[in-house]
Structures are given as C-alpha cells and as structure tokens.
Antibody, heavy 119, light 107 residues
Framework: EVQLLESGGGLIQPGGSLRLSCAASGFTFSSYAMTWVRQAPGKGLEWVSGIGGSGGSTYADSVKGRFTISRDNSKNTLYLQMNSLRAEDTALYYC?????????????WGQGTLVTVSS | DIQMTQSPSTLSASVGDRVTITCRASQSISSWLAWYQQKPGKAPKLLISKASSLESGVPSRFSGSESGTEFTLTISSLQPDDFATYYCQQYNSYPLTFGQGTKLEIK
C-alpha cells in the first residue's frame, strides 16, 4: 500500500526557515517523480515544486530562489527546504507521487503538513 | 503561464442528476489534463488523467472529454459520495497550474 507521510510543518516567523519531509512507502521511491502542492486555508491547489527520480527539479515562480526540493532515495524521503518564509506561504503542504505515465499527474497524496507564517 | 479557468465555481445538484464541470485552458495543452476530487479535510484524489483516462477504482459514472482547449468532467448520475470540490490541472508545461475549483453542493 502506497503511503506518504509529511512532517515538519509548524508556526514560523516571517523570514524564517523550515524543512518539510515526506516519508514514502509501498512503492519503488526512486522510480517516481515527486511533487509538493500547497493549499492556503480555504483556497485552491497551487503547485510548488517537483523533482524527478534522479533529481532534476522545477519550481513555481512564487518560491524560486527561496525553496529547495530534494530527495534521498536511500531513505525513501522527499524534502522541501523553505527559506525566507512569507505570510503568503501559509498553507497546508501536500507531497504527491507522479505516475509512470507522467511526472506530473499525481495518483497518491499525503495528508499534508500545515505551515503557518506569522509573527 | 497557462491559465485554467473552471466553471461554474459552485454547482448545486441533486442525487441522480447528470452534471458537467468545464475547464478552459488559455492555450493548447494537448490532452495533458487531470481531474481531482477533494473532500473537506482530505487530500485530492486523482479521478481522470490524460483528459479522458479513468483511474483504476474510479466509478464509471465519471468521464472526461476534450474539445480543443475546453475540457469537461461529467458525472452521469450523482451519488451522495460525489459532493466535493473538483479541480482540473494542466501538465503540458511548467509551471503546472490548477483551476480554481468547482464546489459541488447538494441542492
């Protein structure tokens, strides 16, 4: 059974840093692209960043230069390092798994970890 | 960036109704479109990929179609479990973008 378990969220002051983790199980982690999608309270879905099985990454303009996606295939874990956090980064952050057909259609999602940026 | 415009934003319907949700892309995305269902407090669930390919385990009352840059999600006969918010997502090019969502409510 595929499972994705996010952690690392919390309350952080503007300008601060957080590192989110997503522990994956139930599939060959290194074979699949992974992504982070966020959802601000009461709002829609926003793609944040994605990474291929071997490490090529892409970012939304809103986080480029501040966030870094990475993965450790030996630990079956996806990460999102978030620096220079802003109030508008407040959201529930989901990790999601790509399919074999496409990096960018997401067939399994975690339950999300909440990031709140506030002073 | 490719803009995805969903309509309607809210849809009130009854059990047994046939409903249609539309997503229009601001430019060609070929068939690189997915539909997700999200229930309150839950993660999104992939329903349809590549515009019309039904995911395994998704009921056959869900279907997707396309005409140019307009994409449609149809539920042929609404069931109580279908009341949720639906999102389209294009994955033709980066940045990936979602529609703003359609909330399907019980009439």
């Amino acid at each position: 059974e595929v499972q994705l378990l996010e952690s690392g969220g919390g309350l952080i002051q503007p300008g601060g840093s957080l590192r989110l983790s997503c522990a994956a199980s139930g599939f060959t982690f290194s074979s699949y692209a992974m992504t982070w999608v966020r959802q601000a309270p009461g709002k829609g879905l926003e793609w944040v960043s994605g990474i291929g099985g071997s490490g090529g990454s892409t970012y939304a303009d809103s986080v480029k230069g501040r966030f870094t996606i990475s993965r450790d295939n030996s630990k079956n874990t996806l990460y999102l390092q978030m620096n220079s956090l802003r109030a508008e980064d407040t959201a529930l952050y989901y990790c999601a798994k790509g399919t074999l057909r496409s990096y960018n259609e997401f067939d399994y999602w975690g339950q999300g970890t909440l990031v709140t940026v506030s002073s | 960036d490719i803009q995805m415009t969903q309509s309607p934003s809210t849809l009130s319907a009854s059990v047994g109704d046939r409903v249609t949700i539309t997503c229009r892309a601001s430019q060609s995305i070929s068939s690189w479109l997915a539909w997700y269902q999200q229930k309150p407090g839950k993660a999104p669930k992939l329903l349809i990929s590549k515009a019309s390919s039904l995911e395994s385990g998704v009921p056959s009352r869900f279907s997707g179609s396309e005409s140019g840059t307009e994409f449609t999600l149809t539920i042929s006969s609404l069931q109580p479990d279908d009341f949720a918010t639906y999102y389209c997502q294009q994955y033709n090019s980066y940045p990936l973008t979602f529609g703003q969502g359609t909330k399907l409510e019980i009439k």
